[in-house]
């Protein structure tokens, strides 16, 4: 493989050595600062040894940014503002027109929401600051799948 993407969980923090991984996109938070770190690496396994991380993050979560610095992690800050009505539109459409993808984002909704309940910087990472139905909403849900039980 001459260049990859790998969109992952925190199931590649440790272990995996995968060649040719040029970005690391993270939805999710790492549960501890150091496994952000151990995510990251994986863009280090290829010939030129070089990649890139992007790590989303809630407004009320850029304290995280400061723990990162702290661990002597170099970072590059960027501000998202914009308007994505007509993406979470094409969202909707395939999660409504797929189930196999309507698993997929199930299941991904789960995990995002439990590394909120499990984190360990709960006062960055609160689950009760998150507004599930928007969460939701991101997922492509009209409302949180049943099958999924209480979630907070």
Known sequence: MERGTLLTTGMAERGWDIPGIHWIIQYDPPHKPEDYIHRIGRTGRGESQVGQALLFLRPEENQFIDVLRNLKVELEQ????????DTQEKIDSLILDNMEI????????KKFVRAYQCHKLRKIFSIHALNLHEVCRDFGFTKPP??????T
């Open 102 to 109: 309507q698993q997929m984002a199930k299941m991904a909704f």
């Open 146 to 151: 049943m099958e999924l039980g209480q979630l």
């Open 78 to 85: 960027l501000e998202f503002c914009g308007n994505l009505k």
